[in-house]
């Protein structure tokens, strides 16, 4: 299987536990991401962290925020390989529930996942998730 083919198969899972994450399972996600002191995230919630430890814990504190719901359509952008690297940029749709509100809501969040060939397998080495999918005042980028 070729590079992009395999990491295809990797995206598939991906979504499949971005959808256990949004009903408050960071199991599969966690077992995707590489172990390695240099894996990053920048979580939906807000936040930033680096190394599997650190990473980890956002990925269960991300998932304990959600009371469930689903994720629908992904919408690719941009998904390729080069070498050991692979990257996916797209678009999470779905409806969840999360704490603070007793109805579920529309989730939009822009993401962009980089995974690395470890061991003859693709592993996420960093996700960048945020809300942030309107064009945003200038002054929005000010720290308040």
């Keep these: ?3 992009e083919g395999d990491l295809r198969t990797t995206l598939y899972q991906t979504k499949a536990a971005l959808g256990r994450l949004v009903n408050g399972d960071a199991g599969p996600l966690l077992e995707l991401w590489s172990h390695a002191d240099d894996v990053t995230v920048m979580g939906g919630f807000g936040s930033y962290e680096t190394g599997w430890d650190r990473v980890r814990q956002n990925t269960e504190f991300a998932a304990s925020r959600f009371l469930g719901g689903k994720l629908g359509a992904v919408e690719e952008m941009a998904v390729g390989t080069s070498g050991e690297l692979g990257y996916a940029v797209w678009i999470e749709r779905g409806e969840v529930r999360v704490q603070g509100r007793d109805e579920p809501g529309a989730l939009v969040v822009r993401a962009t996942h980089i995974f690395r ?12 998730g945020d809300p942030i999918t309107q064009i945003t005042a200038a002054t929005a980028v000010l720290h308040r």
């Design 117 to 128: 060939r470890e061991g003859g397998a693709w592993k996420l080495v960093h996700r960048h």
């Design 1 to 3: 299987m070729s590079p």
